[in-house]
């Protein structure tokens, strides 16, 4: 499960009357951090040594390079105590909690220098804009140090992430994302993808046509067929499939089975800003919440979609706390 849905699952465990609840409640949204970096590309759809600029699609304008830090942001560093200094840098203390997270969940590797708020925050400064998130400029660099991140939007992020497809021209040596060749064309990057599967060099993706020599492909008319019968789905089913969807995707893009944020994970993630949130009793107090009301719940929506075997030994105690049937079916599963 992304850290997002975790945080905000497990803000929604707190009691109404818990101190922490108010406080946690609006750290819950996370937001990520990075900065726009300029290249010089080929223009798609074009003659591939045309020389073109390939900037965010974005309003938002981000910076490559980190920047020192104003004034304002010297003094805050040095009078405001921590809880001051996230409060006023709310968005880049989302990001920075995001950061570590990743590091447990994911096996992100955290710089010393990047541990403390304070540090990060005097290392890469403020966010330029709301809406820019932390990327790491060498996708293949697992470790978030100094030099090593950038505030940016989010069409730098995707045209960062490692699954990007590249051409190259022959004739000038330049290459392409995807995601670049897509914007100057005016399609989607899919479609562009889809053109290398079916044969099209990257001298033809790049100028986004086939070259003379390939003959026209014949145009069918398409078959004419009745109109399918509409079926009506019930309340019921389009939530099951859309729970079903939910836990797909997390399990997707997160590389692990997901599972709600439990009481001692919230505990580790907050315990340092709000100190209502430290010691056993707290931690026992929302274990018995978590265990009555929370779990059951979310274990009746998702569990139908979630492999058991692959959740950790702490999550299957939890769910066998509510379900003991699972670990029968567990067992009758290792006998077949």
Request: net charge positive.
């Amino acid at each position: 499960m992304s850290k997002v849905t975790k945080c905000m699952a497990s803000v929604a465990i707190l009691a109404p009357d818990d101190p922490a609840f108010s406080q946690a409640t609006k750290h819950a949204n996370d937001v990520g951090v990075a900065a726009n970096a300029t290249y010089s590309v080929g223009e798609a759809g074009m003659a591939c040594d045309d020389a073109a600029t390939v900037i965010s699609n974005s309003d938002d304008v981000c910076c490559a390079a980190k920047k020192t830090p104003t004034e304002q942001l010297r003094h805050d560093l040095g009078f405001l105590t921590a809880m001051q200094l996230r409060s006023k840098y709310r968005g880049e203390a989302n990001s920075h909690r995001n950061m570590l997270s990743r590091e447990r969940v994911k096996g992100a590797v955290v710089h010393d220098s990047f541990r403390r708020f304070s540090d990060f925050l005097q290392h890469v400064g403020p966010k330029p804009t709301k809406s820019a998130t932390l990327d790491r400029i060498d996708n293949t660099d697992p470790e978030y140090a100094p030099g090593k991140v950038r505030w940016a939007d989010k069409y730098t992020q995707n045209r960062n992430k490692g699954d990007s497809l590249v051409f190259t021209c022959p004739t000038s040596g330049r290459s392409y994302t995807a995601g670049q060749l897509a914007k100057k064309q005016g399609v989607t990057a899919a479609a562009v993808r889809s053109r290398r599967s079916r044969g099209w060099t990257d001298a033809e993706v790049i100028a986004g046509q086939r070259s003379e020599e390939v003959p026209p492909q014949t145009v069918r008319p398409p078959a004419i067929t009745p109109p399918a019968r509409r079926v009506q789905k019930s309340t019921q089913q389009i939530l099951f499939e859309r729970n079903r969807a939910i836990i797909e995707h997390t399990r997707r893009e997160e590389g692990v089975e997901p599972f709600i944020a439990t009481p001692k994970e919230i505990q580790e993630l907050f315990e340092d800003d709000f100190p209502d949130m430290r010691g056993e009793e707290w931690l026992q107090r929302m274990e018995k919440a978590f265990e009555k009301r929370k779990l059951p719940q979310y274990w009746k929506e998702y569990g139908p979609h979630i492999n058991f075997a692959a959740l950790r030994p702490d999550q299957q105690a939890w769910v066998l706390r509510i379900d003991p049937a699972q670990g029968q079916k567990t067992e009758l599963a290792d006998r077949l």
